[in-house]
């Protein structure tokens, strides 16, 4: 049964009282105004924009995704109720509570006969790592190496544990177990890892040899292993610790690094309606190195089971659900109204979850790039840069975006810096400096920046080909890229005007490559 609209204003009334709210005038409106505005059956207008220009005095031009004020104002409220019914206040007959990814709040009654259980958060065995002290094998008595080969693996932890789909143990534990003198085996059943990565160091005239290894401690199978140099001079010696460190994290911990490939080689033997959200990711990434039309339609199938069930509060899954609508309309298979809807309510639950996973920034970059907003792509990719630099394919990913909204002088600085690492990404992301070079009018760096390139099953990427060629007068491969994009998307044609008029917003670029299309109409 229901509470009654009176059951509902005493406990509201009782809840302003407390302390915490007291306190708060702002959080007190918020709480009265949801409140009063599901009571009097107006729930379905609690969104951003009605509550900041209403509540808040927000002019009409507000604009959710510049101004987090209503998501940092529910996730107060969210917290303070916690707080609230956590005092144990006597005398309620009705719980109110705000879901999260929701502005309208849910009332329940107080079944006295027994305890409101708090459903535990959904949370997903991410791989665990550890980072052994690194061993200097030198016996030349040189202090400065010596004290930064020690300090080699606390960098390399730190580094590491920014990566938000590992568990990296705590170097202090590490070191602990290590003064204890104990045996691989042993640090291994202590420690509980499933990864240990080790390495050692030796001076070789004037440069620093690095070699490193990554291992499974299960069974003791080495997974990886390379060596690094890095210059010996003590004036440099810190900072080529530093380059080394962010090569080796992203090596190690990045989206197609060595854990996650490992990882993939297992998932892809489970089924698919087993998976959790960790392992769906995978799944995800393998999508992306090829990104047909049979896998965005798996891969979307999976997520919208995904997020309809066990993972509706789950801010990667609502965030890669969101960048695989973005996927659906570049096939074609939505409007830009369907995709502008359903990557806006996903990308705000996100927010609401978690506003600073890498996922949710992509997610954001997106949706700033159909709303047509150059300078928000751009933050997002800052940010993702500032969070975690070693992180090869979200700067990747975020480097191409800030390309297609026009900036190329930053998108491809960043895909610059990866592109270094020698890491794998999929290696559409490289079209950006095709593009660039057309938007240059440089037609011979065009044609060699994709002279190595072939897609198949991918369309999208067969269509940028076909224009390209076509602009450079190469009218043989132009052609046969069309029909193969014809042959995957008969209405290849279309769905080409769209995103030249949607996604890229360099206009004497989208006009150039608008004249191709022409061509072959």
């Known amino acids: 049964m229901a509470p009654t609209a009176q059951q509902i204003h005493k406990t509201l ?27 009097d059956g107006q729930g379905s207008r609690l969104k951003q924009y009605t509550i900041a220009t209403e509540l808040f005095g927000k002019s009409d031009d507000f604009d959710p995704a510049l101004d987090p004020i209503v998501r940092m104002q529910a996730s107060k409220l969210r917290k303070s109720l916690d707080a609230f019914y956590q005092s144990e206040p006597e005398g309620l007959t009705v719980r109110i509570t705000l879901p999260k990814g929701s502005y309208q709040p849910n009332f329940e009654l107080v079944d006295k006969s027994s305890a409101l259980v708090q459903q535990p958060l959904l949370e997903d065995a991410f791989p665990s790592i550890a980072v052994l002290p ?59 890892a499933k990864y240990l990565l080790a390495g050692n160091a030796r001076t070789l005239g004037n440069k620093i040899r690095v070699t490193v290894t990554l291992s499974e401690s299960e069974h003791g199978r080495q997974v990886w292993s390379e060596r690094f140099e890095c210059s010996a001079d003590e004036a440099s010696m810190y900072s080529e610790q530093d380059r080394l460190v962010v090569l080796i994290a992203s090596k190690v911990g990045s989206a197609y690094g060595v854990i996650s490939l490992n990882e993939y080689s297992q998932v892809k033997r489970i089924a698919k309606n087993e998976l959790n959200g960790y392992q769906a990711r ?4 393998e999508y992306l190195t090829h990104m047909t039309r049979e896998g965005l339609h798996d891969i979307r199938n999976l997520y919208e089971n995904l997020v309809s069930g ?10 890669i659900l969101s960048q695989i609508y973005c996927d659906s309309f570049l096939f074609g298979e939505l409007s830009l109204e369907q995709v502008q809807e359903k990557c806006a309510l996903l990308v705000a639950k996100a927010m609401d979850y978690a506003p600073l996973n890498n996922e949710v920034l992509l997610a954001q970059a997106w949706w ?4 047509r907003k150059p300078q928000r792509v751009a933050g997002c990719a800052e940010r993702i840069m500032q969070l975690n630099p070693s992180s090869t394919y979200t700067l990747g990913a975020a480097g191409w975006l800030v390309c297609l909204s026009g900036n190329f002088d930053y998108g491809l600085s960043t895909l610059k810096l990866i592109s270094e690492r020698e890491d794998y990404y999929p290696s559409w992301l490289k079209l950006a400096t095709a593009l660039n070079a057309v938007k240059q009018g440089d037609i011979d760096a065009a044609l060699s920046s994709i002279e190595l390139f072939y897609f198949e099953g991918n369309p999208l990427q067969t269509i940028l080909l076909a224009l390209i ?8 491969l132009a052609e046969q890229h069309w029909q193969e994009a014809l042959l995957i998307l008969p209405n290849a044609s279309d769905v080409t005007e769209q995103l030249l008029t949607t996604i890229l917003l360099d206009n004497a670029l989208s006009d150039s490559l608008e004249q191709a299309r022409q061509s072959f109409v």
């Open 368 to 371: 700033a790039l159909l709303a």
């Open 13 to 39: 009334e009782k809840i302003l009282s407390h302390g915490t709210f007291h306190s708060s005038p702002k959080l007190s409106s918020f709480l009265r105004y949801i409140v009063e505005q599901t009571i």
């Open 310 to 319: 066990p993972y509706a509060s789950d801010a990667q899954s609502l965030a």
């Open 134 to 192: 690194f061993t200097c094998l030198d016996n030349k008595g040189d202090s400065e190496v010596e004290n930064m080969v020690a300090s080699f693996h606390q960098e390399l932890n730190l580094a590491l544990s920014k990566f938000e789909q590992l568990t990296v143990l705590s170097s202090f534990r590490v070191d602990e177990l290590m003064e204890e003198k104990l045996s691989l085996s042993e640090i291994k059943t202590a420690l509980n």
């Open 282 to 285: 995978l799944c995800y990434l």
């Open 469 to 476: 060629y076509k602009v450079a007068d190469q009218h043989e």
